[in-house]
């Protein structure tokens, strides 16, 4: 059974950071494609940031990019996003996203 638990989440000033993880089982970690999604309240569901199997090929939203990187241990089968400069735009649940499965998400929240 597909499992994705993330963490790490909570109440930032802006220009803050965080580091969330996102801790996998049930499936062979290292070879899936690995995702963040953020949603903020009342918008869509958005793509963050993707990484390939081995992680040395990353992908991010133009609104992130410079300010968040994914990156993956998979001897760990953990997913991480450093997320550094955050702005009160970035106030989100955010959710790694593993082929057709999703976490239950994790609130970041950037208020003054």
């Known amino acids: 059974q597909v499992q994705l638990v993330e963490s790490g989440g909570g109440l930032v000033k802006p220009g803050g950071s965080l580091r969330l993880s996102c801790a996998a089982s049930?499936?062979?970690?290292?070879?899936?494609?690995m995702s963040w999604y953020r949603q903020a309240p009342g918008k869509e569901r958005e793509l963050v940031a993707t990484?390939?199997?081995?992680?040395?090929?990353?992908n991010y939203a133009n609104s992130v990019k410079g300010r968040f990187t994914i990156s993956r241990d998979n001897a760990k089968n953990t997913l991480y996003l450093q997320m550094n400069g955050l702005r009160p735009e970035d106030t989100a649940v955010y959710y790694c996203?593993?082929?057709?499965?999703w976490g239950q998400g994790t609130q970041v929240t950037v208020s003054s």
């Open positions: 990484i390939s199997t081995g992680g040395r090929s990353t």
């Open positions: 996203k593993a082929s057709t499965s």
């Open positions: 049930g499936f062979t970690f290292s070879s899936y494609v």
